[in-house]
């Protein structure tokens, strides 16, 4: 069965430093990796995906994020934070070979970034 | 991108009460709904799934019958918490998946807080 280790709950750190969100996957078999983001009391948005190819990713808002398949990691990172980029961060792992399959999702690590 | 919305945000109602909560996909046929449920500071719990057309698959442990989902349609779906009771508060999330979309690539609603007195 898959599984999905959000190794840090919280992770404090001042605006512009950078960052980054640690994910580790328990899987058999070829994976889609994602990194959804929730703000408060809202839903969740894709940051990036991995499906096949280049194991570097970029996202949204200066998200990138590098799958190891060695190290089963698909850790994000940013170069630079800003305070709008305080929110939960979601890694996520679904089987590309079961269509309408479900999502697993991560514990969430919570980043907060201080001025 | 895609929109899903979910209505109602927020929503306070007396035990025993069954609330409805909806689901929609606004430019796009979601083949594909999950509701999950959050509980605070925690990750997402998947409820069910659910297919248009066809009865829920709901996870283990969910109750079917306090739980009802319907997919009526390729753009809504809906979740009705039936005789809500002060344990069922929590934040409920539904995502939707596109047809010939990627596994795993899901939209999500807004989220709709449950608050039973």
């Known amino acids: ?115 | 991108g895609a929109v899903v919305s979910q209505h109602p945000s927020r929503v306070i109602c007396k035990s025993g009460t069954s609330v409805k909560i909806e689901c929609r996909s606004l430019d796009f046929q979601a083949t594909t709904m999950f509701w999950y449920r959050q509980f605070p500071k925690q990750s997402l719990m998947l409820m069910a799934t659910s297919n248009e057309g066809s009865k829920a698959t709901y996870e283990q442990g969910v109750e079917k019958d306090k739980f009802l989902i319907n997919h009526a349609s390729l753009t809504l779906s809906t979740l009705t918490v039936t005789s809500a009771h002060p344990e069922d508060s929590s934040f409920y999330i539904c995502s939707a998946q596109g047809q010939g979309a990627v596994t795993g690539e899901l939209f999500f609603g807004e989220g709709s807080r449950l608050t039973v007195l």
């Not at chain 1, 605006?15 to 959804?36: D, I, Q």
């Not at chain 1, 280049?54 to 850790?75: C, D, P, R």
């Open chain 1, 1 to 115: 069965a898959q599984s999905v280790t959000q190794l840090d709950s919280q992770v404090p750190v001042f605006e512009e430093a950078p960052v980054e969100l640690r994910c580790n996957y328990s899987s058999s078999v070829s994976v889609y990796l994602f990194w959804y983001v929730q703000y408060p009391n809202q839903g969740l948005q894709l940051l990036l995906k991995y499906l096949s190819g280049s194991t570097l990713v970029k996202g949204i808002n200066g998200f990138e994020a590098e799958f190891n398949k060695s190290q089963t990691s698909f850790h994000l990172r940013k170069p630079s934070v800003h305070i709008s980029d305080t929110a939960e961060y979601f890694c996520a792992v679904s089987d590309p070979y079961n269509q309408g399959g479900k999502l697993i999702f991560g514990q969430g690590t919570e980043l907060s970034v201080k001025p």
